[in-house]
């Protein structure tokens, strides 16, 4: 953590340091946000925790620049916890082990936090900075923004007074965003019946490990391999010929994460076993032929384990199997609008087997309402010829874009000086919490930049120090230009 604070800029990465330190993944923020307000009272800074528990921090303008308009830095106090299966660590209870590799900064065997640990530092740095040129300022850390965006949902009109709102979640240094997708959780219930495992049989957990995963909206396009799906591709493909009988299907931890590993357990004829391995065999060298360029670490491994007390009835496993094979994944549409970027997309991100089901819960992303809709009508039908059940919950809307946004255009031109070439202007396939603060300010201007982040919402999420220190250098530009009240 100390060669973390001598990087620059010092002052956002000693924070970055701070925020490792302390565990915060989503639901579990509380420690670091006790920790940022007594820090923010000891600087004599107006505090706010909202209902929710969102935490609105105040300052005033510096000297000469009193009459300019109040703008809000906006990040997320959450962080996504991914680990490595031979990984031992707790994200409740243990710090992030960040270090440095190159011009990169990683995690040791978990994720970084760089999303968006890197904002909420950049924000915490200037509210503690004595030289930085700025006019009112107020900056709005909010919870669970990961795991549902309860904090944005929960913000309130007359919380903040800004006019302008910089979001500091983006993730490509030189990209200026301008939009983002909305979203909705799907989640299937599939109904389960057991029976006794048939005599003769052995069990085996067959393993999916060493997949890349990654953020289900900003990789979704990458062709990385879902490793629910692929494993739902081995069973559709061989349990009947094998005689295979499933007891537990288990993969993914996030639905917003592209799933990494999956595992399930089978019980198998003595007869057929030799073929089960053969199967297994052939179906990794098939996966890493044609996953080569993209998961060159892909593993499957077939591990024999106690005899299950009860498996899935043949009819049950039959539609469990199909359902999860013929579910849509991936990329649904790419926008004509916005050249490369998803329009609409599915991730089939966790599924759970209990007692009386198992749970399969997806997250649909799109850029326009009707995408995700449709994706939800295919959803239902799939549902209803399965005899299993879905829900949707916890919509959220995109951020419509807006060609003349006042700051969009002040950024672009504050990038061209700098750096004297011209920025992309984008649309992100993630969900930014700028559609849903558009609600209670509606009139409120947006525009979110960042730093160039990796492979976030998995392990091996990275971030580049040097667009870190170009990022900041836009920021404390921007708020240098933002302009005087009308």
Not at 26 to 44: F, M, P, V
Not at 189 to 212: C, I, Y
Not at 440 to 469: A, K, W
């Amino acid at each position: 953590m100390s060669a973390l604070s001598s990087l620059y800029p010092q002052p956002l990465w000693q924070w970055f340091a701070q925020i490792c330190a302390i565990p915060h993944p989503s639901k579990h923020e509380q420690a670091l946000s006790q920790h940022i307000q007594a820090w923010a009272r000891d600087k004599g800074l107006s505090v706010l925790e909202d209902k929710v528990g969102n935490l609105i921090i105040k300052k005033p303008a510096t000297a000469g620049f009193e009459n300019r308009k109040t703008a809000v830095i906006q990040a997320h106090l959450d962080m996504v916890p991914q680990k490595n299966a031979d990984k031992v660590h707790d994200f409740t209870k243990d710090p992030i082990e960040a270090y440095i590799d190159g011009d990169w900064v990683k995690a040791n065997g978990t994720t970084l936090g760089a999303d968006n640990g890197i904002g909420m530092a950049s924000a915490l740095a200037i509210l503690g900075s004595s030289d930085i040129k700025h006019g009112p300022l107020e900056v709005l850390l909010t919870i669970d923004e990961e795991a549902g965006m309860t904090g944005a949902f929960g913000v309130e009109p007359g919380m903040l007074e800004a006019e302008i709102l910089i979001n500091t979640d983006s993730e490509q240094e030189g990209e200026i965003y301008m939009g983002c997708a909305g979203g909705v959780d799907a989640e299937f219930t599939v109904p389960t019946q057991w029976q006794v495992p048939a005599s003769g049989v052995t069990a085996f957990t067959l393993s999916l490990t060493g997949l890349k995963g990654g953020h289900s909206g900003v990789n979704i396009h990458l062709g990385r391999g879902n490793a629910n799906k692929l494993l739902a591709r081995f069973l559709a493909d061989q349990a009947i010929a094998l005689q295979l009988a499933v007891a537990a299907f288990n993969g993914g931890s996030l639905r917003n994460a592209i799933p990494r590993e999956a595992s399930v357990t089978v019980t198998v004829p003595a007869a057929k076993l030799a073929l089960l391995q053969q199967a297994v065999a052939e179906f990794e060298a098939l996966l890493q032929l044609e996953l080569a360029a993209v998961e060159p670490a892909l593993k499957l491994s077939l591990a024999e384990v106690t005899t299950p007390a009860q498996v899935l009835t043949p009819a049950a496993q039959s539609t469990l199997i199909n359902l999860l094979n013929v579910c849509p994944n991936g990329v649904m549409r790419m926008s004509d609008e916005v050249a490369g970027v998803t329009e609409t997309s599915l991730n089939m991100g966790v599924i759970t087997t209990k007692d009386n089901s198992v749970q399969v819960l997806c997250l649909i992303r799109s850029l326009i309402d009707s995408g995700r809709e449709q994706v939800q009508s295919m959803l239902g039908s799939l549902a209803q010829l399965a005899g299993a059940e879905v829900k949707f919950s916890g919509a959220y809307p995109g951020w419509k874009p807006n060609p003349d946004s006042p700051v969009m255009a002040i950024v672009n031109q504050t990038y061209k000086d700098i750096y004297h070439k011209d920025p992309v202007i984008m649309v992100i396939h993630a969900g930014l919490e700028c559609g849903l603060f558009k609600k209670p300010y509606p009139d409120m201007d947006m525009v979110s930049i960042g730093p160039t982040i990796r492979f976030p919402h998995g392990p091996d999420e990275m971030v580049n120090i040097t667009t870190v220190g170009q990022y900041w250098q836009l920021l404390l530009a921007v708020l240098e230009r933002i302009p005087q009240r009308n």
